[in-house]
């Protein structure tokens, strides 16, 4: 199996990169606030080809938190799929995924990040802030299109500057 740099560690697991062995438990770790409304649904075929976008927060040998950056257009790049089991919430998970994105957004070349979000209050501590839609590129929207919220989404957008 190839290992990966781990990128943070915190007192009680560590953000890695993901592997494929990973893919279900993401799958089943988004899917389950999918189902309340609270993100958007996963397929493992979208999960498979998009395994090198994610990131897992692991404990004990278990994914507790993901998240995936995503380049998009030239500079500009996305947070998606981020989740963090209930009952892990509110103890800096989320802000670490999210963090590591934003690390390796810049690293990369980025000098924008947006996340599409339902929650845009934990983003916006984050220093995000909400634009128009319309202020993305288009070719952003060509995955909404198979969307099954499409086009009644409540989703809101949200641009960080690095």
């Excluded at 089991?85 to 995924?97: A, D, F, N, P, Y």
């Excluded at 202020?135 to 989404?153: G, N, Q, T, V, Y």
Aim: net charge positive; aromatic share 10%; with cysteine.
């Amino acid at each position: 199996m190839q290992t990966y740099k781990i990128k943070a560690v915190s007192r009680q697991g560590l953000i890695r990169k993901a592997c494929i062995k990973d893919i279900k438990p993401i799958q089943l770790l988004i899917n389950r606030f999918a189902r309340r409304d609270l993100m958007l649904p996963r397929a493992l075929n979208e999960l498979y080809e998009n395994i090198r976008d994610f990131w897992v927060y692991e404990r004990g040998g278990r994914i507790i938190g993901c998240c995936a950056l995503h380049f998009c257009w030239e500079e500009l790049a996305e947070v998606k799929s981020l989740a963090v089991e209930r009952g892990h919430w509110k103890k800096g998970i989320g802000r670490q995924l999210v963090e590591n994105c934003i690390k390796d957004a810049a690293k990369m070349g980025a000098e924008s990040i947006f996340a599409l979000t339902y929650q845009p209050g934990f983003f916006q501590k984050m220093g995000f802030r909400r634009i128009a839609h319309s202020k993305l590129p288009h070719k952003i929207w060509a995955e909404c299109i198979h969307c099954p919220k499409f086009p009644d989404c409540k989703e809101v957008a949200l641009l960080k500057k690095l």
